[in-house]
């Protein structure tokens, strides 16, 4: 239990697209506070002009991820008490992604690569249709069902070093959402999706560094969903020649 | 940067390369012992069909393999892109292939 | 020096893939050099062959055989992890690569030596 007067020692990522520096800042500790309650703590009560981004507070809309100690985590799900050097904590926008203001990025890159990995669903059906039963015990369903907590929250994305090496490379998120879709009976066109991820910037370039796989706040496995796209393209190539 | 077509060519030269490499790793503990000279290599290599083709298909495999993965590092490193990257791939795997190409002939040639 | 996410097994077992594949492509030019000197001027290669006789080009060499190991037993990790049904155990299977490769490159360093 920490006394109110205990104090923490903050540094915050302040600056825009054309720079920036770290700056100090003193915030009273609490009990069961997270690493969004000390930014938060700053821009009320130190620094009005701090920008940072959030809106659900409980680990849902994906949108208050940061560079914690130099590590992308949701910071709204993150205690600070567990990432405390001593009585230290940086906070910082997230990687591989613009950054707009302080610790708010430009997430566009990441939701335009969504699209690009074949993203999008491609229904198989009308509404006249009846609606398909699906078996929630089929390997598929079961695959795919491992993707779908997914959150869009761009931590995956900063941790993944290929992305800072590739700026074409469609990354953890994007691939894993297409996987997810590729594994889906109701989608129509498993083959759109493969082509979509095998160019340029496709799950081909991706090292296996596993830190998307590592940092995801709720445990997903992006790694593994692109090895399941690496082999599907693979597989595919074999059968088309045929 | 890397499409379909450069990482199946990179797996399948190192699919054709895990036993070439294990055959060589042997070789090399084997020949390394009472030390190395040109004669006992070349006593054994020289008018062998087989071992050019051991070698010669190990060349060619691991010169795109190598070209491929220097390719990867040049973009992810050193951010070449474009043509100039096109250009050093295949540099380095024609430089590979002519001086690994020469070497296999060196040892085996009568 | 490491930034922390890069502080992982993983990531450990790529950045020594990349740089084991990097170290044998940079000595392929030379080792190739080397053997075609058999067609050119035999005794010069024996010369070179004669510096193997020589501790710090033994540790080299088993650097060389252990680089060729670690990035050999690390890509079949690789292709296995791509191609075949998953396995979680990847951190586990990383290590046990580059354990082979110890094996591998001491077996040779003690025959060298």
């Not at chain 1, 496709?202 to 790694?223: I, R, V, W």
Request: proline content about 4%.
């Amino acid at each position: 239990m920490s006394s109110d007067k205990e104090e923490l020692e903050v540094s915050i990522w302040r600056g825009d697209d054309a720079g920036g520096a770290f700056e100090d800042y003193k915030v009273p500790a609490q009990d069961s506070q997270t690493v969004l309650d000390v930014v938060s703590w700053v821009q009320q009560n130190t620094d009005p002009t701090l920008s940072y981004r959030y809106a659900c507070r409980v680990g849902m809309c994906g949108s208050c991820a940061m560079m914690v100690n130099g590590v992308p985590r949701w910071t709204c799900r993150t205690h600070v008490k567990k990432v405390l050097d001593g009585k230290k904590v940086t906070v910082a926008p997230l990687r591989n992604l613009p950054v707009i203001k302080d610790l708010a990025t430009d997430m566009d890159p990441f939701f335009d690569k969504w699209v690009k990995a074949g993203g999008v669903h491609h229904p198989s059906k009308t509404r006249d249709d009846p609606i398909e039963p699906i078996n929630p015990k089929s390997i598929a369903r079961s695959e795919a069902d491992t993707g779908i907590e997914c959150i869009n929250c761009s931590v995956c994305y900063a941790a993944c070093d290929t992305v800072t090496g590739n700026a074409d490379y469609l990354g953890p998120a994007a691939l894993q959402r297409a996987w997810t879709l590729y594994n889906d009976a109701k989608d129509a066109d498993q083959q759109t999706i493969l082509d979509a991820v095998s160019g340029n910037g496709g799950c081909h370039n991706c090292h296996s560094q596993g830190s998307c796989t590592l940092f995801c706040p709720n445990e997903l496995n992006p790694m593994k969903a692109i090895a399941g796209l690496k082999r599907a393209t693979a597989t595919s190539l074999f059968k088309r020649k045929k | 940067m890397l499409d379909m077509r450069l990482y199946m060519l990179q797996r399948i030269t190192a699919l054709i390369m895990a036993p070439l490499t294990l055959g060589h790793i042997a070789v090399m503990i084997y020949a390394i012992q009472d030390g190395l000279t040109a004669a006992e290599i070349l006593g054994r290599t020289q008018g062998s069909v087989l071992w050019f083709l051991f070698y010669g298909s190990f060349v060619v495999a691991v010169s795109l393999h190598a070209a491929i993965g220097l390719r990867v590092i040049l973009h992810e490193t050193f951010a070449v892109q474009g043509k100039a990257l096109s250009v050093f791939t295949w540099s380095i795997c024609l430089i590979l292939l002519a001086m690994g190409g020469r070497a296999v002939w060196a040892v085996t040639a009568v | 020096m490491i930034r922390p996410h890069r502080s992982h097994p993983l990531w450990f077992a790529f950045i020594l893939h990349r740089l084991s594949g990097l170290g044998l492509a940079l000595f392929l030019p030379a080792h190739f050099y080397l053997l075609s000197l058999a067609l050119t001027a035999p005794e010069s290669l024996d010369g070179y062959l004669a510096l193997a006789e020589n501790p710090l080009v033994k540790v080299a060499e088993f650097g060389l055989v252990f680089l060729l190991a670690v990035h050999f037993f690390g890509g079949l990790r690789l292709m296995a992890m791509e191609w075949l049904p998953w396995s979680g155990r990847q951190k586990s299977l990383a290590a046990g690569a580059v354990a082979a490769a110890f094996l591998v490159s001491g077996t040779f360093f003690l025959q060298a030596v």
